[in-house]
């Protein structure tokens, strides 16, 4: 049975820094796609990073590039999610996501077979 296990998220303060971890077991996930999706309040869910394979480009949204660092440990079939300089409107539900194998569209989250039950992160201005 494939499951992703979110940890890290919490309430912080404008400006401060939350690392958020999955933890992935039932399958090795270092050819498929991972990443991070989003779901603000009231708002629909959207891509934040995530990578196509382990070892190949990350891409991020243009609302988190400089703030966030997306990585992946395959030894440990974790990725990670740092956020840093965070703002109220990173508020949201954060999803770790993964594929079976590569996909063509990596923002688009009909692309991912895998979701975790996602963890709360809140952000107070």
């Known amino acids: 049975q494939v499951q992703l296990v979110e940890s890290g998220g919490g309430l912080v303060q404008a400006g401060g820094s939350l690392r958020l971890s999955c933890a992935a077991s039932?399958?090795?996930?270092?050819?498929?796609?991972m990443g991070w999706i989003r779901q603000p309040p009231g708002k629909e869910q959207e891509f934040v990073a995530g990578?196509?394979?382990?070892?190949?480009?990350?891409f991020y949204a243009e609302s988190v590039k400089g703030r966030f660092t997306f990585s992946r440990d395959d030894a440990k079939n974790t990725v990670y999610l740092q956020m840093s300089n965070l703002k109220a409107e990173d508020t949201g539900v954060y999803y770790c996501?993964?594929?079976?194998?590569?996909?063509?569209?990596?923002?688009?989250?009909?692309?991912?077979?895998?979701w975790g039950r996602g963890t709360q992160v809140t952000v107070s201005s």
């Open positions: 039932g399958v090795t996930f270092s050819n498929s796609a």
């Open positions: 996501v993964a594929a079976r194998g590569p996909v063509f569209e990596l923002t688009d989250p009909i692309a991912y077979v895998y």
């Open positions: 990578s196509k394979w382990s070892g190949s480009s990350t």
